[in-house]
């Protein structure tokens, strides 16, 4: 489920989620406001997985949680 597979494609697992969830965090926002820009993308088809996606890129360290705004991680 993380990584693509036979069985699961890029837009299903979380690496490609996680690609869409990056993709549209933009500059430094809440929940809520990226949760409204993505909802509507098919593979980020409710809550749980858009949360499994801030999860897992949050685990990564690709993303942040400052002052109750989520944005990218700059090196």
Do not use: C
């Not at 993380?2 to 430094?28: E, F, V």
């Not at 809440?30 to 801030?54: C, D, Q």
């Amino acid at each position: 489920m993380i990584l693509p597979s036979k069985h699961n494609t890029l837009d299903n697992s979380m690496l490609g989620i996680g690609a869409i969830l990056l993709n549209n965090l933009g500059r430094s926002q809440t929940v809520s406001m990226l949760w409204e820009k993505v909802r509507g993308a098919p593979s980020i088809s409710n809550f749980e997985r858009f949360t499994l996606g801030l999860a897992f890129l949050y685990l990564l360290g690709a993303i942040e949680l400052k002052a109750g705004l989520i944005s990218k991680v700059s090196e």
